[in-house]
C-alpha cells in the first residue's frame, strides 16, 4: 500500500493549465451572449428563455459524461479522451457562434457551446481527485481557481482590447455582431484548443491498478464504496410516476396560460426527470444494472455532506445566473442609460460589462493563492460562508452605485465570492466521494449548478416583467440577497477532512 505523492508546483500548474482554454469559452459566452442575442433583435424579458439551452445541455451531459469517464481507460488515459473530445467541439462552436445568420441559430449554438465545454470541464473537477492526495486537493482546486480568474480576466477584456488598442470597428449594422466581439471568439478558439492539449501532452494519469493500491490506505476515502445497488422499485415507479405527472400538468398549464416559455421547458424537465427514474426501476426488475440504473441510483443516495453542500451551490448560482444573464442588461440602462444596440453609450456599456467580468476574474485569481492559508486557519466551510457574504453585498451594492467606476469594488466583491465557490466546495466533496465513483458524483453536484440556471432562467424573465417592471438592475439584488443567504446555510454542512489534512 502507498500514497498518492505529493505533486510539485509544476505538476499542478500542467495538470490544470487546460482550465484557461475552458475559461477562455465560459468567459467569452457570459460577457457577450447576452450581448449576441440583443443584436440578433431578442428583447430583454427574452433572454433568460434563450439562455436555458446551456443548462438544459448540462443537466443531461455532465452526469453521464462523469459516468463514462469514470469507466473508461485507454491510451489517452481516464479523463483526457473527454479532454480532447470537449475541446475540439467547443472551439468549432466558439468560431461559429459569432457569425450567427439569427437569433435562434445562435441560441442553438449557445447550446452547442455549453454542451462542448461541459464535455471538457466536468472530467477536469475528478481529475484532481484522482491525481491528488487528499491533504493537497484544496491546493489543487485553488491552482484551478487561479486559471480560471487569469484567463477570465483576458477572455472578458478582449473586445475592449481589440476596440481601443487595435482599433476593430466596436459598432456594426443592425443585427451583425461587431468585429471586436468576432475576434474575440475566433482567438478564443484557438486558445481553447491550444490549453487542453498541454495538460493532455504533460500528464501521465495514474491506471485503475495504481487508484486501487492508492486508495487501499486506511481513511482516505469515505463515503459509499461502490455498495451492492438495490431499488425499492415500487418506490422508484411510485416517485417517476408522480414528477411525469406533475411536470406535464404543470407544462400545460405553463402553455395554456401563456406563462414564461422557460418554465414550460422547466415542467418538462421535471416530466423527463421522472420518466428517466421509472425506466431505471423497470430495467432494474428486469435484471439489468446498467449505466442509467447506477447513475439514478447515485443520484438518490448521496453523501449527506454532498446533499448538504447541493442547497448552497443551488442558491450560489442562482445568483451568479442573474448576473451572468443581466449585468449587460443592468448597466448599458441603469448606469449608461441605453437601451439601442447601435449607439455609442450601449457598446461603452457593454464594453465595460467585459471590464467589470475581467475584474471579478482577477481578484479570483488573486484571491486563489490565500485560500488554502485562510482554510487552515478557520476550516474550509468558514471560509465560504465569509466569501459568499462579501459576494452577495457586492451584487446588492451595484443598485447602490449610480457611478460606473464604482462598480469595480462591487465586482471586486464578487471575485472573492467567485475564488472561494470555485475551490471549496469541490474540495470539500473530493473528500466526501469515494474514488471509484468521483466522476460521477463530481458530474453530479455540477446538477447542481445547473438547476439554478434553469430557474433563473425560468423564473427571472417573468418577474423582470411583473415585479421588477422591466428594470434590470433588481434581478442582480435579487442575486445578491439570495447569495447572502447562501452563505447562511454554508453553516450546517460538515467537512469530512480534518483539519490537519487541509493544504
Same mark, same amino acid.
Given at each position: 500500500?502507498k500514497?498518492k505523492?505529493?505533486?510539485?508546483f509544476?505538476q499542478l500548474?500542467?495538470?490544470?493549465?487546460g482550465?484557461v482554454?475552458i475559461?477562455?469559452?465560459?468567459a467569452l459566452?457570459?460577457?457577450n451572449?447576452?450581448?449576441?442575442f440583443e443584436?440578433?433583435?431578442?428583447?430583454v424579458?427574452?433572454?433568460a428563455?434563450l439562455?436555458?439551452?446551456a443548462?438544459?445541455?448540462?443537466l443531461?451531459?455532465?452526469?453521464?459524461i462523469?459516468y463514462?469517464?469514470?469507466?473508461?481507460w485507454?491510451?489517452?488515459g481516464?479523463?483526457k479522451?473527454?479532454?480532447?473530445?470537449?475541446a475540439i467541439l467547443?472551439?468549432?462552436s466558439?468560431?461559429?457562434?459569432?457569425n450567427?445568420?439569427?437569433?435562434?441559430f445562435?441560441?442553438?449554438m449557445?447550446w452547442v457551446m455549453?454542451?462542448s465545454?461541459?464535455?471538457?470541464m466536468?472530467?477536469f473537477r475528478?481529475?484532481?481527485g484522482?491525481?491528488?492526495p487528499?491533504?493537497q486537493?484544496?491546493?489543487g482546486f485553488?491552482?484551478?481557481?487561479f486559471?480560471i480568474?487569469?484567463?477570465?480576466?483576458v477572455?472578458?477584456?478582449?473586445?475592449?482590447i481589440?476596440a481601443?488598442?487595435l482599433?476593430?470597428a466596436?459598432?456594426?449594422a443592425a443585427g451583425?455582431?461587431?468585429?471586436?466581439?468576432?475576434?474575440s471568439?475566433?482567438?478564443?478558439?484557438l486558445v481553447?484548443?491550444l490549453a487542453?492539449?498541454?495538460?493532455?501532452?504533460?500528464v501521465?494519469?495514474y491506471s485503475?491498478s495504481?487508484?486501487?493500491e492508492?486508495?487501499?490506505?486506511?481513511?482516505?476515502?469515505t463515503?459509499?464504496?461502490?455498495p451492492a445497488i438495490?431499488l425499492?422499485?415500487?418506490?422508484?415507479?411510485?416517485e417517476?410516476?408522480?414528477?411525469?405527472?406533475?411536470?406535464?400538468?404543470?407544462?400545460?398549464?405553463v +402553455?395554456?396560460?401563456q406563462?414564461?416559455?422557460?418554465l414550460?421547458i422547466?415542467?418538462?424537465?421535471?416530466a423527463?426527470?421522472?420518466?428517466?427514474?421509472?425506466l431505471?426501476?423497470l430495467?432494474?426488475?428486469?435484471g439489468?444494472i446498467?449505466g442509467l440504473?447506477?447513475?439514478?441510483?447515485?443520484l438518490?443516495?448521496?453523501?449527506?455532506?454532498m446533499?448538504?453542500?447541493a442547497?448552497?451551490?443551488?442558491?450560489?448560482?442562482?445568483a451568479?445566473f442573474?448576473?451572468?444573464i443581466y449585468?449587460n442588461s443592468a448597466?448599458t440602462?441603469y448606469?449608461?442609460?441605453?437601451?439601442?444596440t447601435?449607439?455609442?453609450a450601449?457598446?461603452?456599456?457593454?464594453n465595460?460589462v467585459?471590464v467589470?467580468m475581467?475584474?471579478y476574474?482577477?481578484?479570483?485569481?488573486l484571491?486563489?493563492?490565500?485560500?488554502p492559508?485562510?482554510?487552515r486557519?478557520?476550516g474550509?466551510v468558514?471560509?465560504?460562508?465569509?466569501?459568499?457574504?462579501?459576494?452577495?453585498?457586492?451584487?446588492?451594492?451595484m443598485?447602490?452605485?449610480r457611478d460606473?467606476k464604482l462598480?469595480?469594488?462591487?465586482m471586486?466583491a464578487?471575485?472573492i465570492a467567485w475564488?472561494s465557490?470555485l475551490?471549496?466546495p469541490?474540495a470539500i466533496?473530493s473528500s466526501a466521494v469515494p +474514488?471509484?465513483?468521483?466522476g460521477?458524483?463530481?458530474?453530479?453536484?455540477?446538477l447542481?449548478?445547473?438547476?439554478?440556471?434553469i430557474l433563473?432562467?425560468?423564473?427571472?424573465g417573468?418577474l423582470?416583467?411583473t415585479v421588477? +417592471?422591466g428594470?434590470a438592475?433588481y434581478?442582480?439584488?435579487l442575486?445578491?440577497?439570495?447569495?447572502?443567504?447562501?452563505?447562511?446555510a454554508?453553516l450546517?454542512?460538515?467537512?469530512?477532512a480534518k483539519?490537519?489534512?487541509?493544504?
Amino acid at each position: 500500500m502507498k500514497r498518492k505523492p505529493i505533486l510539485s508546483f509544476w505538476q499542478l500548474w500542467n495538470m490544470s493549465f487546460g482550465y484557461v482554454g475552458i475559461q477562455f469559452g465560459f468567459a467569452l459566452q457570459n460577457a457577450n451572449v447576452s450581448r449576441i442575442f440583443e443584436t440578433l433583435g431578442a428583447k430583454v424579458d427574452d433572454i433568460a428563455v434563450l439562455w436555458i439551452a446551456a443548462p438544459v445541455s448540462g443537466l443531461m451531459i455532465q452526469p453521464i459524461i462523469g459516468y463514462l469517464s469514470d469507466k473508461t481507460w485507454n491510451r489517452l488515459g481516464r479523463r483526457k479522451p473527454y479532454f480532447l473530445l470537449g475541446a475540439i467541439l467547443a472551439s468549432f462552436s466558439l468560431l461559429v457562434m459569432p457569425n450567427s445568420p439569427g437569433l435562434w441559430f445562435a441560441a442553438g449554438m449557445l447550446w452547442v457551446m455549453d454542451a462542448s465545454i461541459n464535455v471538457t470541464m466536468q472530467p477536469f473537477r475528478a481529475f484532481i481527485g484522482d491525481m491528488l492526495p487528499d491533504e493537497q486537493r484544496t491546493t489543487g482546486f485553488a491552482v484551478q481557481t487561479f486559471f480560471i480568474g487569469a484567463s477570465s480576466v483576458v477572455a472578458s477584456l478582449l473586445p475592449y482590447i481589440f476596440a481601443r488598442w487595435l482599433h476593430l470597428a466596436n459598432t456594426a449594422a443592425a443585427g451583425e455582431i461587431p468585429p471586436t466581439v468576432r475576434w474575440s471568439f475566433y482567438l478564443g478558439g484557438l486558445v481553447y484548443l491550444l490549453a487542453v492539449l498541454r495538460t493532455i501532452l504533460t500528464v501521465k494519469e495514474y491506471s485503475p491498478s495504481e487508484q486501487e493500491e492508492f486508495n487501499q490506505v486506511a481513511g482516505e476515502v469515505t463515503g459509499k464504496e461502490g455498495p451492492a445497488i438495490e431499488l425499492n422499485i415500487g418506490r422508484y415507479l411510485a416517485e417517476g410516476s408522480v414528477l411525469v405527472v406533475a411536470g406535464s400538468v404543470f407544462a400545460y398549464f405553463v +402553455h395554456s396560460l401563456q406563462w414564461d416559455k422557460a418554465l414550460y421547458i422547466l415542467g418538462f424537465g421535471i416530466a423527463g426527470y421522472g420518466a428517466f427514474q421509472l425506466l431505471a426501476a423497470l430495467r432494474f426488475s428486469a435484471g439489468k444494472i446498467d449505466g442509467l440504473v447506477e447513475i439514478i441510483y447515485d443520484l438518490k443516495n448521496m453523501p449527506r455532506t454532498m446533499t448538504q453542500l447541493a442547497l448552497v451551490t443551488v442558491l450560489t448560482w442562482f445568483a451568479l445566473f442573474a448576473m451572468f444573464i443581466y449585468a449587460n442588461s443592468a448597466v448599458t440602462t441603469y448606469h449608461f442609460g441605453s437601451t439601442d444596440t447601435r449607439s455609442v453609450a450601449y457598446n461603452d456599456g457593454a464594453n465595460w460589462v467585459g471590464v467589470l467580468m475581467a475584474v471579478y476574474n482577477g481578484v479570483a485569481a488573486l484571491v486563489a493563492p490565500f485560500l488554502p492559508y485562510m482554510a487552515r486557519k478557520t476550516g474550509r466551510v468558514g471560509t465560504h460562508v465569509i466569501c459568499l457574504i462579501i459576494g452577495g453585498l457586492g451584487l446588492i451594492s451595484m443598485y447602490l452605485f449610480r457611478d460606473p467606476k464604482l462598480l469595480l469594488v462591487s465586482m471586486s466583491a464578487v471575485g472573492i465570492a467567485w475564488a472561494s465557490l470555485l475551490t471549496m466546495p469541490y474540495a470539500i466533496l473530493s473528500s466526501a466521494v469515494p +474514488h471509484q465513483k468521483m466522476g460521477v458524483y463530481m458530474g453530479m453536484f455540477n446538477l447542481f449548478v445547473v438547476i439554478p440556471q434553469i430557474l433563473a432562467s425560468a423564473s427571472l424573465g417573468l418577474l423582470l416583467r411583473t415585479v421588477f +417592471h422591466g428594470h434590470a438592475i433588481y434581478a442582480l439584488v435579487l442575486g445578491g440577497v439570495v447569495m447572502v443567504l447562501a452563505g447562511f446555510a454554508m453553516l450546517f454542512v460538515k467537512d469530512m477532512a480534518k483539519a490537519r489534512e487541509i493544504s
